[in-house]
């Protein structure tokens, strides 16, 4: 049987007090261990709110499941924004490179449904259009219809990088 232990963390900060510590305490866990793996999963989300699950084995072993925060909040932290745009359709708050889209869409990729790299992008560009954010100085659709078009394939041919 597994116990399940879900809770909200902050990023990269997650500590033995609520609502981790009572609600693994009891279940006979290393308390330290697993909040240093919370802490190591979650580091590239500093700053945010995480869902986390733990799922505790009956032989005290643990697993740990990193939910993701959803897009925008991805895309306002990693432009730096407190919040988007009160009119996303005629003001833009912000310019985001492909490189910086393509850090969002790895931060993300398991929970979005695209099947390669540019795809990806492609949701993260989505999720700029509802925010107020432009992509490599364009309108985010038409950095999608670009990117569509193969205009950016030799940028995609090299590997990201954060």
Known sequence: MVDTVEALVDGGKATAGPPLGPALGPKGVN???????????????AGMKVPVKVLIN???TFEIKIGTPSMSSLVKSEMGLASGSSN????KVADMSLNQARKVAAMK???????????????????????????????PKVFQK??????????????YSS
């Open 109 to 139: 990729q398991d929970s979005l449904l695209g099947a390669t790299e540019q795809a990806r992008v492609s949701e993260v560009a989505g999720a700029c259009v509802s925010v107020g954010i432009t992509i490599d100085g364009k309108d």
């Open 58 to 60: 009956d032989n005290k």
């Open 146 to 159: 670009d990117l569509k078009a193969g205009n950016y394939d030799e940028q995609f041919s090299k590997p």
């Open 31 to 45: 308390i330290g261990e697993v909040i240093a793996k919370i802490n190591e999963k979650t580091k590239p989300f």
């Open 88 to 91: 996303a359709r005629t003001t």
